[in-house]
């Protein structure tokens, strides 16, 4: 196998590991004593932000979102501490191959072609808003493969949505212990 070869085969393999892999992130108020919240509502209003998502991958967030909180003892109603908004968005991202003709000469030759990969790349967002101060407390988000595409659905939500609320039970439980209630 040639050296241009060699170098075209790991270029891809880097380029589709790197799509494949989800990114997750969060961020928080560091004031906020997050022991202080017992209760959620999840704002039915997130389709709306969301119109170009399957209303069934849209219920499985939810579902997943719920499953999470209930594990913190939370607990859904009209009067709540938390209101929970989330959306999903796809988003088409390039990869630019750029051919450089100098490895063309050391590896004997050949056609230098510059090449554009198009690939869907899907983020899901969720928000936790203090309802009584009508502020944001709570940031996460996670960044993988199409929405539209996404094979073992129910599979994938649940480990982005878990992943997400994941590192908010760390922060929830962390505050008990921190401030000393609940």
């Known amino acids: 196998m040639n050296l241009r070869r060699l170098l075209i085969l790991f270029i891809m393999i880097g380029f589709y590991a790197s799509c494949s892999s989800i990114t997750y ?91 554009v990969y198009t ?4 983020t899901l967002v969720i928000d936790f808003i203090d309802i009584r101060r009508n502020l944001a407390v709570w940031h996460g988000g996670a960044n993988g493969d199409s929405w539209d595409n996404m094979s073992n659905a129910d599979e994938t939500i649940n480990e982005m949505v878990g992943r997400i609320m994941q590192e908010y039970k760390e922060l929830a439980k962390s505050s008990v212990y921190a401030y000393g209630h609940k």
């Open 25 to 115: 992130w969060t961020d928080h108020q560091e004031d906020v004593d997050f022991s202080d919240y017992s209760t959620y509502k999840i704002d039915d209003q997130c389709s709306d932000y969301n119109p170009g998502i399957n209303p069934i991958h849209q219920q499985r967030i939810k579902n997943a979102i719920e499953i999470a909180l209930r594990d913190l003892n939370y607990s859904k109603s009209e009067d709540a501490d938390l209101s929970i908004k989330y959306f999903v968005m796809n988003e088409t991202k390039y990869f630019y191959e750029h051919c450089l003709p100098e490895y063309d000469d050391v590896a004997g030759g050949g056609q230098c072609i510059d090449k």
């Open 119 to 122: 690939y869907e790349e899907g």
